[in-house]
């Protein structure tokens, strides 16, 4: 099992910058793909962006270019570095760790989340 504290969030204006953190502690960090999601008021929480246990990324595509997530698994840390950031990213973000137990089977942990809003 692992646990997942997030830091980083804030307030910021459009055009800003911030970056996250995801603390993972319990567990062998480095087994897990780590993700980060998020959830607006009123919507459904969406994945932002993911990366393997081998480096492998993906990002939603309204990101794309303009945030980058990495992981430092000597620190049993994740990032989330967000740039040119908008209004519409404004949401709770989410810290996600995900376990393959087998082809089909996995199990997620979450963190509390931090809450990030673009405004001016």
């Known amino acids: 099992q692992v646990q997942l504290v997030e830091s980083g969030g804030g307030l910021v204006q459009p055009g800003g910058s911030l970056r996250l953190s995801c603390a993972a502690s319990?567990?062998?960090?480095?087994?897990?793909?780590m993700g980060w999601y998020r959830q607006a008021p009123g919507k459904q929480r969406e994945l932002v962006t993911s990366?393997?246990?081998?480096?492998?990324?993906i990002y939603v595509d309204s990101v794309k270019g303009r945030f980058i997530i990495s992981r430092d698994n000597a620190k049993n840390t994740l990032y989330l570095l967000m740039n040119s950031l908008k209004p519409e990213d404004t949401a709770v973000y989410y810290c996600?760790?995900?376990?393959?137990?087998?082809?089909?089977?996995?199990?997620?942990?979450w963190g509390q989340g931090t809450q990030v809003t673009v405004s001016s």
């Open positions: 990366v393997t246990t081998g480096g492998n990324t």
């Open positions: 319990g567990s062998a960090f480095s087994i897990y793909t």
């Open positions: 996600n760790a995900r376990l393959t137990l087998s082809t089909l089977t996995t199990k997620d942990y």
